[in-house]
C-alpha cells in the first residue's frame, strides 16, 4: 500500500543534467521543489563523455549561465582543462570547450543542491504519474511513496527501458550498470504519448600506466582560459593534457572482419543511433574511404587512471573492443578498465510539446533532456532549466518564458524539437541557427541576462554588474567615433607593425578598429581610454565594431529567406543531383518531399545553408525547364 510522502509545488524526475537545472531554476523561483533520482550517487553523473562544451554546446552552456543557471558555474570549479576552439574563425563559431574531472564535477553539482533552499534531494525511482482530468497531480514511487505537485518535470535521461548492449549480450540497464525504469515507459504509453526508441553509446575506458604517451600528440590547455560562467574570476591551477592518436589500417580490418559480431549491423540494434557521434564500426562502414580517424584520450579525473577513449564509441563484443584498442599507435598494451557499450532507451516524440516545454496531453507535466530525444549534456540542461523556468512560473500562475530563434541556441533547440521533431538522437551544432551571428559566445549576457533578473535567477548584484558592463561598452564605442587618429609616425609606426595600411588623413578610431589586422590592444596605444574597462568588455566592443556590418548582412539574408518561404520545389526535383547540399539534407527532403521551401526549411537536419543552395539550384532548373518548352 502506498503512503502519502508530501506535497509540493514541483516535483523533478530524474537528477541527470536536465534534471539538476530544473529543480535549481524552480526552487530558486521561490517554488518547494523535489528532486527525485533512482541513485543519489548519480546526481550529474557523465556517463560518456568527461567534458562540458564545444560548438554550439558551449554557447548553450554560457546561455544557461546568462539566465541564472548552475551548469557554467559548476565547470568553472571542477574543469582540468579549458580550451577555445575555432580561434581560427570569426567569433560567431568560437566555442569554449572543458575537459571535467567528471567525480569532482558530480559531488559539487551535488553539494550545490543540497545547500539550496526549497529544494529537497530524494533517493527513489518514479513508477507512476497521478492524472486526474487531463491534469498532473503527482507521483508514486516504487516504494509506494505518494507525492503531490502541482507540476512535474520528467527528465529520465536514457532510463527509460534501458538496456545495454555489447556484442551478443543483452540486459536491462540504465547507464554505467544502473537500474533502468521500466514502469514510468509504460506509464507514458498508458496516457497515450508516443514513444520512440533511440540508441546512444559510449567507448571503453583505458588505465592511463598502459598508455605509451609518446606515440601520441599533446593537447595542452590554454594558457590564459575564458570562463563558462560571467560570474568565475579564479582559475584552477595545473591543467591537464588531453592526447590524439589515430586508428590504423590494422583496426579496420579488424572491424570489417568482425561486422557479423557487431548488434548494429546484425540487427540486435532496434533503436535509431546519433548521426554525428556514430560508433567506431558505423564510421568504418560509411566513410570507408578514410584511411585513419582521430582518436583523443582524456583523463576522467585527477584522482583516478581511467581514460576515455573519444571517437571509439561501440558496442562490438568485448573480445574485438580490446583487438580495436591494441591496434591504435599509443595502445599496442593498452589495458581495458571498462567495455564500451550501446544503450537503447524510450524517447518521446517531441512535438507532443509545447514550446514551454509543457506537454500537450497532460497539463502540468513537462519534459527536458534526452527524454526529448536530444544527445548531449549541454542540450538537456539547456532544456532542463527552460522547463524548471516554465514548471515554477506555470505553479505562479504566470505566463511561459519561451526564447525565439534569434535570442539563443536554447530557442533553436527546442523549436526544433517540438516544430520538427527528430527520428533520431537529436545534437545541436551552430548551423542549426540561422541567426547564429547574433547568438555568439560572447554576447550571452547580452541577449539573456534580462530575462534571467526578471524572473528572479540573477541577483541583484550580477544584474548590476551586467548593467554597468553594457553601460561602459557603449559608451566606449561611443568614444572611439569620436576620437580622432592622427597620421603622426607614431600612429603610422604601429599601422606599419600590425600590418596594415597607412593613414593618408585623419580618421576616427572606430573606423580604424573596423580593419581586419587592428585590435583594441592597437587602441590602446593609439586611443587609451579612461574607462575601467575589464578585458571581456574590450572584447566585446571590438567584436560589435568590427562584425556590425556582418550582422546586418544576415539579418538582410534572413529577411530574404523569410519572403521565400512560399516558393514552391516541382515534385520532380532529384536531390541526388543537387551539389553542396549535406547528404543529411539530402536524405530527408528525398524522403519527405517538400512542396515547397518553406517546409524544407521545418525539416529537422535541414539548414539554412542547405536551403540557400536549393534556392540557388531551383532557379537554375526552373530557367532550364522553361527554356525547354
Given at each position: 500500500m502506498g503512503y502519502q510522502a508530501g506535497d509540493y509545488d514541483v516535483i523533478v524526475i530524474?537528477?541527470?543534467?536536465?534534471?539538476?537545472?530544473?529543480?535549481?531554476?524552480?526552487?530558486?523561483?521561490?517554488?518547494?521543489?523535489?528532486?527525485?533520482t533512482i541513485n543519489l550517487d548519480m546526481v550529474a553523473f557523465m556517463p560518456c563523455n568527461p567534458s562540458i562544451g564545444g560548438p554550439a554546446k558551449g554557447h548553450v552552456v554560457r546561455e544557461i549561465d546568462a539566465l541564472g543557471g548552475e551548469m557554467g558555474r559548476n565547470i568553472d570549479k571542477t574543469y582540468i582543462q579549458l580550451r577555445m576552439l575555432n580561434t581560427g574563425k570569426g567569433p560567431a563559431v568560437h566555442a569554449l570547450r572543458a575537459q571535467a574531472d567528471k567525480f569532482s564535477y558530480q559531488h559539487t553539482m551535488k553539494e550545490t543542491i543540497e545547500k539550496t533552499e526549497n529544494l529537497t534531494l530524494r533517493q527513489g525511482m518514479a513508477e507512476d504519474l497521478i492524472v486526474e482530468d487531463g491534469v498532473i497531480r503527482g507521483v508514486v514511487t516504487k516504494t509506494g511513496a505518494t507525492y503531490s505537485a502541482k507540476a512535474v518535470v520528467l527528465t529520465t535521461g536514457t532510463y527509460l527501458r534501458g538496456k545495454v548492449i555489447?556484442?551478443?549480450?543483452?540486459?536491462?540497464?540504465g547507464p554505467n550498470n544502473q537500474q533502468p525504469s521500466v514502469r514510468l515507459s509504460h506509464c507514458l504509453r498508458e496516457l497515450g504519448f508516443e514513444l520512440a526508441r533511440f540508441?546512444?553509446?559510449?567507448?571503453?575506458?583505458?588505465?592511463?600506466?598502459?598508455?605509451?604517451?609518446?606515440?601520441?600528440?599533446?593537447?595542452?590547455?590554454?594558457?590564459?582560459?575564458?570562463f563558462f560562467s560571467y560570474e568565475t574570476t579564479e582559475e584552477v591551477p595545473n591543467q591537464l593534457p588531453c592526447w590524439l592518436t589515430y586508428t590504423s589500417g590494422e583496426t579496420h580490418d579488424i572491424i570489417n572482419s568482425n561486422l557479423h559480431r557487431a548488434p548494429m549491423f546484425s540487427g540486435q540494434i532496434e533503436g535509431t543511433g546519433p548521426r554525428y557521434c556514430p560508433s567506431i564500426e558505423d564510421k568504418i562502414v560509411r566513410f570507408a574511404d578514410k584511411p585513419k580517424h582521430q582518436i583523443f584520450l582524456e583523463p576522467e579525473g585527477r584522482h583516478t587512471s581511467e581514460y576515455y577513449v573519444q571517437g571509439l564509441s561501440t558496442s562490438m563484443p568485448e573480445d574485438v573492443q580490446l583487438g580495436i584498442?591494441?591496434?591504435?599507435?599509443?595502445?599496442?598494451?593498452?589495458?581495458?578498465?571498462?567495455?564500451?557499450?550501446?544503450?537503447?532507451?524510450?524517447?518521446?516524440?517531441?512535438?507532443?510539446?509545447?514550446?514551454?516545454?509543457?506537454?500537450?496531453?497532460?497539463?502540468?507535466?513537462?519534459?527536458?533532456?534526452?527524454?526529448?530525444?536530444?544527445?548531449?549534456?549541454?542540450?538537456?540542461?539547456?532544456q532542463g532549466i527552460m522547463a524548471g523556468i516554465n514548471a515554477a512560473r506555470k505553479v505562479q500562475g504566470k505566463e511561459p518564458v519561451i526564447l525565439d530563434r534569434s535570442e539563443g541556441y536554447i530557442g533553436v533547440l527546442i523549436d526544433d524539437l517540438v516544430t520538427k521533431g527528430t527520428n533520431e538522437p537529436y545534437r545541436l551544432l551552430t548551423s542549426r541557427a540561422e541567426y547564429r551571428l547574433l547568438l555568439r559566445h560572447d554576447n550571452a549576457d547580452l541577449r539573456l541576462t534580462p530575462i534571467g533578473y526578471e524572473i528572479g535567477l540573477i541577483s541583484e548584484e550580477r544584474y548590476g554588474r551586467f548593467l554597468n558592463k553594457k553601460a561602459l561598452v557603449a559608451e566606449e564605442i561611443e568614444r572611439l567615433k569620436g576620437t580622432k587618429i592622427r597620421p603622426d609616425?607614431?600612429?603610422?609606426?604601429?599601422?606599419?607593425?600590425?600590418?596594415?595600411?597607412?593613414?593618408?588623413?585623419?580618421?576616427?578610431?572606430?573606423?580604424?578598429?573596423?580593419?581586419?589586422?587592428?585590435?583594441?590592444?592597437?587602441l590602446d596605444i593609439l586611443a587609451p581610454t579612461s574607462l575601467e574597462l575589464t578585458e571581456e568588455m574590450k572584447e566585446q566592443v571590438e567584436i560589435q565594431i568590427k562584425y556590425a556590418g556582418y550582422i546586418e548582412k544576415q539579418l538582410a539574408q534572413v529577411d530574404r529567406l523569410k519572403k521565400m518561404e512560399k516558393k514552391k520545389i516541382p515534385d520532380d526535383i532529384?536531390?541526388?543531383?543537387?551539389?553542396?547540399?549535406?547528404?543529411?539534407?539530402?536524405?530527408?527532403?528525398?524522403?519527405?518531399?517538400?512542396?515547397?521551401?518553406?517546409?524544407?526549411?521545418?525539416?529537422?537536419?535541414?539548414?539554412?545553408?542547405?536551403?540557400?543552395?536549393?534556392l540557388v539550384y531551383l532557379e537554375h532548373y526552373n530557367k532550364v525547364t522553361a527554356s525547354r518548352k
Open positions: 530524474g537528477a541527470g543534467h536536465a534534471g539538476c537545472e530544473a529543480a535549481l531554476a524552480s526552487a530558486r523561483m521561490g517554488c518547494n521543489t523535489l528532486l527525485l555489447i556484442g551478443e549480450l543483452m540486459y536491462e540497464s540508441k546512444t553509446g559510449t567507448p571503453p575506458r583505458v588505465h592511463k600506466d598502459t598508455i605509451d604517451f609518446s606515440k601520441t600528440e599533446i593537447q595542452p590547455g590554454d594558457e590564459h582560459p575564458k584498442l591494441r591496434s591504435i599507435p599509443g595502445l599496442e598494451k593498452v589495458e581495458m578498465m571498462r567495455t564500451g557499450y550501446a544503450i537503447e532507451y524510450d524517447a518521446v516524440v517531441p512535438t507532443q510539446l509545447k514550446p514551454s516545454l509543457e506537454t500537450k496531453r497532460v497539463d502540468g507535466l513537462f519534459t527536458a533532456g534526452q527524454i526529448n530525444g536530444t544527445s548531449g549534456y549541454e542540450e538537456a540542461a539547456g609616425e607614431e600612429v603610422q609606426a604601429v599601422l606599419r607593425e600590425a600590418g596594415s595600411t597607412e593613414l593618408t588623413n585623419v580618421t576616427d578610431a572606430l573606423s580604424l578598429l573596423r580593419r581586419p589586422e587592428i585590435t583594441y590592444t592597437h532529384v536531390y541526388e543531383e543537387v551539389h553542396g547540399i549535406a547528404t543529411e539534407a539530402k536524405q530527408k527532403l528525398a524522403k519527405i518531399r517538400p512542396v515547397s521551401i518553406g517546409q524544407a526549411t521545418r525539416i529537422s537536419g535541414v539548414t539554412p545553408a542547405d536551403i540557400s543552395i536549393l
